[in-house]
T-cell receptor, first 119, second 113 residues
Framework: AQTVTQSQPEMSVQEAETVTLSCTYDTSESDYYLFWYKQPPSRQMILVIRQEAYKQQNATENRFSVNFQKAAKSFSLKISDSQLGDAAMYFCAYRSAGAGGTSYGKLTFGQGTILTVHP | GAVVSQHPSRVICKSGTSVKIECRSL??????MFWYRQFPKQSLMLMAT?????????EQGVEKDKFLINHASLTLSTLTVTSAHPEDSSFYIC?????????FGPGTRLTVT
């Protein structure tokens, strides 16, 4: 079974600064997807960024970028120019790329990291 | 596009009663929906996978007879918490799979008194 570990329960950053959230995972599969989700106080889950394991290039979405190290099974999220609206709980998640089966598309989440942004 | 709704957003029920939570994909069809439970400041715990037209697949440790899941159409899955007790109080989130992505509902806060 796959596991996802986020070792930072809480992180804080000053507005306009950069912060990196860590995530490691364990899997025996070679093809999979990794995600970062944001859960603000409203508790609506929002997809921040997605990385396909077969792609060597790190995914980026505006101020959000990842450092994907497949051999090390590491998938960190960097938030640049942090904004007050970035304050949320962030979850790293894993999904197998295998097709079919009754649990196709099932996500495995890490424990989450609470990010505080100071003005 | 890819909007998922949940109803109700909040519900309070008395111990021993049952409560039904609906999850709808508003602008797409979802053959697979997922139900999660989340405690404050904790991660999402997958309860079950709901497949249209077939029985749900429950995660280990989740009571099938207590958490009844019905996926009767391609846009609707329901979670019924039967004989609810205070320990069932939690935040319940559904998601619907569309191709390779999961889209999440806004969640339902259940309080059992």
């Amino acid at each position: 079974a796959q596991t996802v570990t986020q070792s930072q329960p809480e992180m804080s950053v000053q507005e306009a600064e950069t912060v990196t959230l860590s995530c490691t995972y364990d899997t025996s599969e070679s093809d999979y997807y990794l995600f970062w989700y944001k859960q603000p106080p409203s508790r609506q889950m929002i997809l921040v960024i997605r990385q396909e394991a077969y792609k060597q290039q790190n995914a980026t979405e505006n101020r959000f970028s990842v450092n994907f190290q497949k051999a090390a099974k590491s998938f960190s999220l960097k938030i640049s120019d942090s904004q007050l609206g970035d304050a949320a709980m962030y979850f790293c998640a894993y999904r197998s790329a295998g097709a079919g089966g009754t649990s196709y598309g099932k996500l495995t989440f890490g424990q989450g990291t609470i990010l505080t942004v100071h003005p | 596009g890819a909007v998922v709704s949940q109803h109700p957003s909040r519900v309070i029920c008395k111990s021993g009663t049952s409560v039904k939570i609906e999850c709808r994909s508003l602008d797409f069809q979802a053959t697979t929906m997922f139900w999660y439970r989340q405690f404050p400041k904790q991660s999402l715990m997958l309860m079950a996978t709901s497949n249209e037209g077939s029985k749900a697949t429950y995660e280990q440790g989740v009571e099938k007879d207590k958490f009844l899941i019905n996926h009767a159409s391609l846009t609707l899955s329901t979670l019924t918490v039967t004989s609810a007790h205070p320990e069932d109080s939690s935040f319940y989130i559904c998601s619907a799979r569309r191709v390779h992505e999961q889209y999440f509902g806004p969640g339902t806060r259940l309080t059992v008194t």
